[in-house]
């Protein structure tokens, strides 16, 4: 079944380092990995992607990745919403 939005609410981690974390579950929502979009939001539309950095945070033997959507700003404990528009996406506050 195809996902029509994807809701979070932003952790300290995000709020503080300006990203908003995108489950594993949810990457079907989204263009591929590392290609632009356009997302409108916050007065004005930008060009946004989805990131996927290699990490090693559960060591070295346990290699993955982590992705996220960079945006500055999102205070800590408040919900957002991604839609999809046609030709765009659109993120908006929830709550």
């Known amino acids: 079944m195809a996902r029509d939005s994807y809701e979070r609410k932003i952790s300290s981690e995000e709020a503080r380092e300006g990203y908003i ?17 356009e997302l409108a939001g916050g007065g004005g539309t930008a060009s946004a ?11 070295p033997e346990q ?26 996406y659109r993120l908006e506050a929830i709550g």
Do not use: M, T
């Open 63 to 88: 290699p993955h990745q982590h992705y996220f959507i960079r945006r500055d700003g999102l205070p800590q404990g408040s919900r957002w919403r991604f839609a999809r528009d046609v030709g765009a």
């Open 21 to 37: 974390l995108v489950e594993k579950a949810a990457l079907g929502f989204f263009p591929p990995i590392g290609q632009a979009f």
């Open 49 to 59: 992607r989805v990131e996927a950095p290699d990490c090693e945070c559960r060591g």
